[in-house]
């Protein structure tokens, strides 16, 4: 008999469709090799969300995904969408979602592959070994602490962001980071600004807090700044790093180049039952539609959604080689592609049919 599962799709706006569209394929194949059958709903999200109904996303919508509890999301926003109001933006809609799925603490995974060491701006002997995992505070912090509002002072106009950080909210973040830290190189780095800013004496006092809990884990705190800095210096003394909501978006960017590329990196948001796979980049509007992005991180998301979400660890294990061997043999979307002997540039359908293979193939030779 076949176990039945629901998931919904989100593809988004720009490359999105393009990327999700392959992310989906592999996904379903992995899972009916492991006697799953996977049915995906999808939904339009973001930009595209808005020119259907005249909101980023609807009520609807978002009841879909908490009912179903995992979803799968290619990338959203484009120069189409820039100037409408902050609740209209792209944006505001993966906020939302984020928020109202309670996925509170998102893992991005900066792995450097042997294969595409030579593909960083940096030098090879510096990344070569990266094994980093950031988990970034997802629903809090300054991307929606209040008040947030623009107003004006005597003719000159400004606007209010807020940083807010509560104890609970650090801690259950931190757990997750503690956890990780575990089942890795019990090595974990929290990153703050706590030399300047009260919400990053919060976080730090509240991390250290967890340390009787966690005293097989080695608990090191360091500035952000100093962070962005040691990143590019000398990555490998990293292992699990937990930072608050912008602190982690700003870093993952920057680490996401000792892979090579930002479409690389994959990531998972989960909270509670709930579980989120985007991919890092964003909807690369430039590119979108030619058939020429690469889906790598949106198949590694696949392959994460499998991991924490369908509790399917071959089959994670399954996606993640079928990526290594592509990489192993030459194939290179534009984004990673550097005239070396060996590769060769493709586009996103070479991909999506070398997965495939792939991952069919080895289902034969297990028969
Ligand atoms: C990310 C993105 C988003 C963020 C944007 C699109 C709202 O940059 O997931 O890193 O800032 O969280
Ligand atoms: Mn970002």
Excluded at 218 to 223: D, E, P, R, Y
Aim: with cysteine.
């Amino acid at each position: 008999m076949m176990k039945k599962t629901e998931i919904i799709a989100l593809p988004g706006d720009g490359i999105g469709p393009e990327v999700t569209g392959v992310a989906v394929e592999v996904l379903k194949i992995v899972c009916r090799q492991h006697n799953v059958e996977l049915s995906v709903k999808e939904f339009p999200f973001g930009g595209t969300c808005y020119e259907q109904y005249g909101s980023p996303v609807t009520d609807e919508i978002l009841d879909e995904c908490k009912k179903a509890k995992v979803v799968l999301l290619g990338a959203v926003g484009g120069p189409k969408w820039d100037d409408l109001n902050a609740d209209k933006r792209p944006e505001a809609a993966l906020l939302k979602l984020r928020k109202e799925l309670g996925v509170y603490a998102n893992l991005r995974p900066i792995k450097v592959y042997p294969v595409l060491a030579g593909s960083s701006t940096l030098k090879k002997e510096v990344i070569e070994g990266t094994d980093i995992l950031i988990i970034r505070e997802l629903t809090g912090g300054i991307y929606f602490g209040k008040p947030r509002f623009t107003s004006e002072e005597g003719g000159d106009p400004f606007s209010v962001d807020t940083m807010k950080y509560s104890r609970s909210e650090v801690q259950r973040v931190a757990k997750v980071a503690f956890e990780a830290a575990r089942l890795r190189s019990g090595k974990l780095c929290s990153v703050d600004k706590a030399n300047v800013l009260e919400s990053s004496r919060m976080w730090r006092k509240s991390v250290d807090e967890l340390t009787d809990d966690y005293s097989d884990v080695k608990l090191s705190n360091m500035l952000v700044d100093n962070c962005a800095m040691q990143i590019i210096r000398d990555p490998k003394q990293f292992d699990v790093m937990v930072t608050g909501n912008m602190f982690g978006d700003i870093l993952s960017d920057a680490a996401s180049m000792l892979t090579g590329s930002l479409g690389m990196l994959p990531s998972a948001s989960i909270g509670g039952k709930n579980g989120l796979y985007e991919p890092v980049h964003g909807s690369a509007p430039d590119i979108a539609g030619q058939g020429v992005a690469n889906p790598l991180a949106a198949v590694a998301s696949a392959a994460l959604l499998c991991r924490y979400s369908l509790k399917m660890e071959e089959a994670a294990q399954t996606i993640e080689e079928a990526i290594k061997s592509l990489l192993q043999d030459g194939l290179r979307t534009g984004d990673l592609y550097a005239e070396e002997p060996g590769t060769r540039l493709v586009h996103t359908k070479e991909v999506s049919d070398y997965l495939i293979n792939q991952i069919q193939a080895k289902e034969e030779s297990a028969v």
